[in-house]
């Protein structure tokens, strides 16, 4: 027997320009050789067990034929494999979100015809042993598929859009590999124990150890199978799309109780996706290593809880990466979109969370930051225009990766002055100018002695001039900017990107 792990299969995307490294298991030591195109890259002697076989880097590439032959006799065959640009996207379901719920859904499918764009989303399946229980609708998981009407639907929203803007530019095959899951902490997608190692990050384990201390296993194992029975029906699944295509909810708290009447609730227990480190183990190691260019990642919502650990959180998940891969992948991600309600869920701790998001670029190398201070909404935690955040994460990436000279990063406050009774907020990434599109003076919130201040606000060049009686002598002035749960951004560069938002700080 001589296998390849699942990812690797026809219609496939390899990374260019990189060495890949194939794997997989054989059940006899054998010298396992690849040929693409009939010309050998490479060849490995393989003892029984796993095996691993590295290719060579090599340029941009349509359709290739991929051939790993094994000196037993046995050979697997893939076809129309491409070589070019792999990007990982990770995340929860703002990233998951497919195509279909998208606003621009019905003309962006119609309009899908690229077959050198491909999409593979790693099976969602919280346990061992999961899939081949047969509950869940997998027909759309853990197989590369094109970019055609067909197949459209079943992609990532934000990696479609992010995939179209790299395939205009660069042209070359891109391939999107999915691995994200609605509702999930970034815990569980970090190895366990360095979890468990740090002192800070421990609550996670300490919260999942208490939980399950707690538990009758056998009538939770009985009472979770039936819990995923009622999951995976059709029924259960037409409510949940519904849900996703709900442009919001005017009355939020509504929701908490048609979304359990739907789908019931659930103990943390050791078949849950949410426990730390369980989709580390059942969908990142999957993958781990398959040869790609970086990830993008669109999480944090559900950190909400421990929002002043997410810097900590995050760059723990980053270095867990990365050491896995075994390079300094660069990690593109979102600032989360302006939220106030949405069934269960508050945006309430979300500043304090997109600050912490902020401090990891600011020191964790080779990361980059979208803001989509614009695209949120007030009561749906899941925005429905993609576009804006694909495209933006694209223009990350075609700048700080591949070297392109579009400017790609937000406004953000740089220096704050105050004098003559008037405080001047200067921003960085706006050397061609700011943009006001609308009143933008309610954005900022000013605050004396622990009274509010209502100001003026004057766009001049990349400063926004702060104007009110009460700025006027020596007192402190706190100054913050978009810091709330839910704003309407008004303020841009000339070039079109939304201002960051900037947590409290005294003027001076």
Known sequence: MLRLAEIFQDGMVLQRNKKVRLWGITDQAQTITAFLNGEKLAETQAGEGEFALVLPAREALEDGELRILGSAGEEVVLREVDFGEVWIAGGQSNMEFLLKFDREADAVIEAAEDPHFRFYDVGKYAFEGEKEEGLKDGSHWDRWMKYVPEEAPWFSAVGTYFALRLREKLQVPVGVVGCNWGGTSASAWVEEELLREDSKLRVYTDDYDKAVKKLNLAKYEKQNFKFRQNQSGEKARQDSDRIMKQESLKAPGAGILLMSKLFGTQPMGPHDEHRPGGLYRTMQQKIAGYACQGVIWYQGESDDI?????????????????????????????????????????????PMLRHQQQKVEDTVPRTWMASIMDVGSRYDIHPKDKRPVGERLALLALHEVYGGEEPCLSPRVEAIYREDGQIRVAFAHAENGLEARGEIAGLFRLEKNRKPIICEAAVGGSEVVLTAPELAGTDPVWIAFAYEPYCEMKLYSREGLPARPFAPRQAV
């Not at 900590?312 to 075994?326: A, N, P």
Request: glycine share 4%.
């Open 306 to 350: 421990h929002a002043r650990l997410y810097k900590r959180l995050f760059e723990t998940l980053i270095d867990c990466w990365r050491r896995d891969w075994g390079e300094q992948l660069p990690f593109l991600f979102v600032q989360l979109a302006p939220f106030e309600a949405w069934m269960a869920t508050s945006g309430k701790q979300y």
